[in-house]
């Protein structure tokens, strides 16, 4: 699955780009995320949990960067985990792409998702939908932190350890088929 998204930034491109590739500035901005200590290769451990409706489904894995053009202001972020408890996965791909936007900066970001296991099995339409509301979640807290950054320096915010999406349209319907409550 494809997701694309653009947000804007109001800091100069080389710093926007800078600060896209600190990961433990982002992840807070990751619905359901927790990031832990970068290992020496670079990669991060790393834990998601997301809500959809009555499941919970929760990944352990890692996350790097895996490919960065500082002069192009272009990285690929990658992920790879297994579902807690479960036999399910997951595999992404975030590329992201910064250029200059009047005062402050543009991000292009295209998100190349893979599920197996309970997430794959509820449908294509479900598992989109969730998806796609949780990037513009995690684009919508990207845009505000580095104004709070400048607010308050030594401010930091915290995000809930689950991310709890409402059920959409898809999901209700899904649930009258299977004569379950969401």
Same mark, same amino acid.
């Given at each position: 699955?494809e997701?694309?998204?653009?947000?804007?930034?109001?800091?100069?491109?080389?710093?926007?780009?800078?600060?896209?590739?600190?990961?433990?500035?982002?992840?807070?901005?990751?619905?359901?995320a927790?990031?832990?200590?970068?290992?020496?290769?670079?990669?991060?451990?790393?834990?998601?949990?997301?809500?959809?409706?009555?499941?919970?489904l929760g990944?352990?894995?890692?996350l790097?960067?895996?490919?960065?053009?500082h002069?192009?202001?272009r990285?690929?972020?990658?992920?790879?985990?297994?579902?807690?408890g479960?036999?399910?996965?997951?595999?992404?791909s975030?590329t992201?792409?910064?250029?200059?936007?009047?005062?402050?900066?543009?991000?292009?970001?295209?998100?190349?998702l893979?599920?197996?296991?309970?997430?794959?099995?509820l449908?294509?339409?479900i598992?989109?939908?969730?998806? %796609? #509301?949780?990037?513009?979640?995690?684009a /919508?807290?990207?845009?505000?932190?580095? *104004?709070?950054? $400048? @607010?308050?320096? +030594?401010?930091?915010? %915290? #995000?809930?350890?689950?991310?709890?999406v /409402?059920?959409?349209?898809r999901?209700? *319907?899904?649930? $009258? @088929?299977?004569? +379950?409550?969401?």
């Open positions: 699955m997701i694309a998204t653009t947000f804007t930034i109001l800091l100069p491109v080389d710093e926007a780009y800078r600060f896209l590739l600190d990961l433990e500035q982002v992840a807070p901005c990751v619905p359901g927790e990031l832990g200590p970068a290992a020496a290769d670079g990669t991060y451990p790393a834990n998601v949990t997301v809500r959809l409706g009555p499941m919970r990944y352990t894995g890692s790097w960067i895996s490919e960065q053009d002069s192009g202001r990285a690929v972020l990658r992920a790879k985990a297994h579902e807690t479960a036999q399910g996965s997951l595999e992404a975030m992201m792409n910064v250029t200059p936007d009047g005062g402050g900066s543009r991000v292009d970001v295209l998100t190349e893979a599920l197996a296991g309970r997430a794959a099995r449908g294509r339409g598992v989109d939908d969730v998806a %796609r #509301r949780l990037v513009a979640e995690m /919508a807290c990207l845009e505000q932190r580095p *104004r709070l950054a $400048r @607010r308050s320096p +030594t401010t930091t915010t %915290r #995000r809930s350890s689950t991310a709890s /409402a059920p959409s349209g999901w209700r *319907r899904s649930c $009258r @088929r299977l004569r +379950t409550s969401c």
